[in-house]
C-alpha cells in the first residue's frame, strides 16, 4: 500500500524582504531537501529551501533560488535530496527513566520465562558491584504465563541480592525476596491505598506489587546522586536526538529533575526542549507553584506549566479502574486512586493557579472520573488551560464526546494500541474494545490528538508511533489488515498529532510545530520521504541530522 500525497510546491511562503532589501540576519539556508511542512490551516506543504536566521527562528520556506536571491549573504548548506521535516514532538514521556534504562536490566526481548531467569543471572554476573538489580520492561502476555511470575522465579537465579523489576507499563513491579523482606513486606502487610500487594493462596506475597504498592519497594531503594541524574539525562538527551525528537513532554517532573532541567537550559545543554508536568500537587507543587506556572524558559527550552495526576493503573497488570469487572477476571475492576471528591479537589488545586492539569487515566471508570472532575471546574479554571487526559485508552463511548464538550485533549500513544493488541481485548471485552484506542472516533469529533509513546514504556521512536497509527499493526506486519484497522489514522494525522497538535497540547503552537515564519528552526532530515514510502516501511526511517533552535544537535555516523 502506498500513501502519495501531492502537497502544495510553495515558491516562497513567507515574504522576507521589501523592495528587493536584503534582511542581514538571514544566515543559513538548507537547499536541495524534499522539505514537508503544516501551515495554519492544517495543510500540507512542500519546499525545497529553508531559511533561518542568526538566532535560530525560521525566515522562510520555498525554492532554493529564490531564497538564495533574497539573501545572498546567506551560508547555504546542502541537504542532498534527503526528507526535511519539523522537528518531531513527544507529549508523553519521562527522559530521566529513559536515561536511567539504558544501564538497567532490559527484559522486553524476553519471549518467556527461562528467557528472563537468563538474563537477571547474566546481569547479576556482569555487575556484582550493584547493590541492587534494579530494571524491568518484563510482559507476562509475551511469556504465555497466564499468570504473574513469583518471587521464587528470581530467588532461583539471585537470592543474595534485591532484586525489583518494574512491568512494562511500569505499574506492576517483580520483587525477589530479599526485596521484599528489606521493604517489610509480608503476609501482614495490608495493600495501600490504590494498590495491590498480589498474595498466594496461604496469603504469602508473591512478589508482585500494583501501582501504588510499589512504593513500598521504591522507597528502600538506594537513592540516585546527582552525578547519577545528570549521566540519566545526558543519556535520554542524546537517544531522543537520534530518534529527531527535538522536544518532549516530561510527564512528572520531581524537584531535582526540575533542577537539572533549568540548569541545562540555562546552560545551553538541553538540546531536546522539554515542556514539564509536575509530578502531583503536593510539597513541590506548593513551592514551584508560589511563583505561577514557568511559560518559557532559556529561549523556550524548558517550560513548566502543566500538574501531572494519576487516575488508575495500567490494562496489562489489571490496574486499570474499569465501570464492570475484567472480562477475563471477573473478581476485580482495578484501582482507582482517589475518590471523586479527591481528585477533583487536586484537579481544581492545579487549575486555580493557573496550571494545565494533564491525567494519567487507562480504564473507562478512570477517564470517567477526570471527566467529572474536570466538568466540575468554572470556567476560568478550563476554558483556556487546554486540560488533558494522558492515555485515554478505554472510554466508555458515551464518554467520548465529552472530550470535545470540555474542551479536554487526548494525550494518546500509538504504540501502545500496538504492544497492548496481544491482550487489551481479553481484558475488556468485545464491546468495552470498541472505546479503546479510539482515535478515529477523537479525530471525526474534532478533537485533537497529541501523540506520544511513554518512553521508555515504549521506544521514543516516533515513526515507530506513526507507523503504528497509520497500520495498527506490529513491525512485522500482523495482523494483516490491521488491529481494529476502524480506528487507524491517515498519515497526515498522525504527522499531525506528533507535530502541530502535540505544540498545540504544549500551548506552543505558535513557536513550534511547523516551519512557519518566526517560529524555531527546529527540523530533521531523514534518510526517507515519509509522504512516499510504502506506510509499512516508516518506522524503518532514520534521522541522518536534529537541528533545535538553527543548530545542530546530531549528525548520524556513516
Known sequence: MQNRFKPVLLALMTSVSTAGSVMAYADTIIDNARGYTLNQNQQLIQFQALAFDDAGKVIA??????????????????????TLLPGLIDAHGHVFALGSSQTQLGLRVTSNLE?????????????????????????QANWKLGRFPTAQEIDIVVKDRPVWLARVDGHA??????????????????????????????GQPTGILIDSAMRLVDQVLPAASEAEQRVALDAALLQLAQVGLTSVHDAGVS?????????????????????????????????????????????????????????DGAL???????????????????LLFKSQDEMSAMIKKAASKG?????????????????????????????????????AQVVALTDIPRFKQLGILPSMQPTHATSDMNMAEDRVGAERIKGAYAWRSFLQQGSRIACGSDFPIESPNPFWGIHAAVTRQDMSGKPAQGWHAD????????????????AYAAHQENILGSLEKGKWADFILIDQDMFQIPVQNIYQIKVLQTWVGGKQVYQATK
Not at 129 to 137: D, L, M, R, T, V
Not at 268 to 297: E, H, Q
Not at 355 to 376: K, M, P, R, S, T
Open 255 to 311: 524537584e531535582p529533575a526540575d533542577k537539572l532541567f533549568r540548569e541545562y537550559a540555562a546552560q545551553g545543554k538541553l538540546n531536546t526542549r522539554v515542556y514539564g508536568m509536575i509530578r502531583g500537587t503536593d510539597t513541590f507543587f506548593d513551592k514551584v507553584s508560589a511563583s505561577g506556572p514557568l511559560t518559557s524558559y532559556a529561549d523556550d527550552h524548558y517550560a513548566l506549566r502543566a500538574v501531572k495526576l494519576f487516575a
Open 61 to 82: 520556506i520555498g525554492q532554493g533560488k529564490d531564497l538564495a536571491a533574497r539573501l545572498p549573504s546567506a551560508r547555504h548548506i546542502d541537504a542532498a535530496g534527503k
Open 487 to 502: 480506528q487507524a489514522m491517515t498519515l497526515l494525522e498522525a504527522f499531525r498529532c506528533f507535530t502541530i497538535d502535540a
Open 115 to 139: 528467557q528472563a531467569q537468563q538474563a537477571i543471572a547474566d546481569y547479576a554476573r556482569r555487575f556484582p558491584q550493584h547493590q541492587w538489580i534494579i530494571g524491568g520492561e518484563w510482559n
Open 355 to 391: 496550571y494545565q492539569v494533564n491525567v494519567h487515566a487507562i480504564g473507562d471508570a478512570g477517564n470517567h472520573q477526570i471527566l467529572e472532575g474536570f466538568a466540575a471546574l468554572p470556567a476560568s479554571m478550563s476554558a483556556d488551560l487546554r486540560h488533558r487526559i494522558e492515555h
Open 173 to 202: 513491579g517483580w520483587a525477589n525476596t530479599r526485596a521484599l523482606q528489606l521493604a517489610g513486606i509480608n503476609k501482614n502487610t495490608p495493600d495501600p491505598a490504590g494498590g495491590k500487594i498480589e498474595k498466594d493462596a496461604q
Open 316 to 334: 496489562g497488570s489489571r490496574g486499570a479502574a474499569l465501570m464492570a469487572p475484567y472480562s477475563d477476571a471477573p473478581h476485580t475492576q482495578g
